[in-house]
T-cell receptor, first 114, second 111 residues
Framework: NAGVMQNPRHLVRRRGQEARLRCSPM?????VYWYRQLPEEGLKFMVY????????ESGMPKERFSAEFPKEGPSILRIQQVVRGDSAAYFC????????????FGSGTRLTVV | DQQVKQNSPSLSVQEGRISILNCDYT??????FLWYKKYPAEGPTFLIS?????DKNEDGRFTVFLNKSAKHLSLHIVPSQPGDSAVYFC??????????FGAGTTVTVRA
């Protein structure tokens, strides 16, 4: 009964490259959430997706960031033309629906932009 | 804007004693509150929650208290154990999916 799987665990990109972060939700979970944690800060909501639908992307930066959760396969968070300020830990969570009692997080992807 | 604040970045407590973690929020629309625990290089793990219709919720060694008028909640861990050493995040929400997190409190339990 695997939990939320994120890969890669660590990702190093040069400025201007693209970063692709993957998230496979827990079995039976159809809701996926992405959060970002900058150094010394709490997690910040980025986007909420259901299969083939973006429900709320109010936390996504307006440019360079996109997310998808296709019918088949993992959810993908894509960051184009990365900059140093994108360096952070990106956490994915999943749930069968809603946050109550609390959704399950993956171990995160640590993105370093050099 | 920081809607959830954990003003103590760290807490050191002796094994067997009580750990008290505090959290303040500003958004009066929040009606659901959670605590997550996080070890290094791992994702946050759900610990305990409370809804705004209650003022206390208990689960084993963990108790969460909510003071709505003060917009304040706290987590009590009794007795503290070495395995409780971790970062604890307070989180709040007003709908079914979006949480606002505090910056975390690092708890160190001394033997």
């Amino acid at each position: 009964n695997a939990g939320v799987m994120q890969n890669p665990r660590h990702l190093v990109r040069r400025r201007g490259q693209e970063a692709r972060l993957r998230c496979s939700p827990m079995k039976g979970h159809s809701h996926v959430y992405w959060y970002r944690q900058l150094p010394e800060e709490g997690l910040k909501f980025m986007v909420y997706l259901q299969k083939e639908n973006i429900i709320d992307e109010s936390g996504m930066p307006k440019e360079r960031f996109s997310a998808e959760f296709p019918k088949e396969g993992p959810s993908i968070l894509r960051i184009q033309q990365v900059v140093r300020g994108d360096s952070a830990a990106y956490f994915c969570a999943s749930s069968p629906g809603g946050t109550r009692p609390g959704y399950t997080f993956g171990s995160g992807t640590r993105l370093t932009v050099v | 804007d920081q809607q959830v604040k954990q003003n103590s970045p760290s807490l050191s407590v002796q094994e067997g004693r009580i750990s008290i973690l505090n959290c303040d929020y500003t958004n009066s629309m929040f009606d659901y509150f959670l605590w997550y625990k996080k070890y290094p290089a791992e994702g946050p793990t759900f610990l305990i929650s409370i809804s705004s219709i209650k003022d206390k919720n208990e689960d084993g060694r963990f108790t969460v208290f909510l003071n709505k008028s003060a917009k304040h909640l706290s987590l009590h861990i009794v007795p503290s154990q070495p395995g409780d050493s971790a970062v604890y995040f307070c989180a709040s929400g007003s709908n079914d999916y979006k949480l606002s997190f505090g910056a975390g409190t690092t708890v160190t339990v001394r033997a």
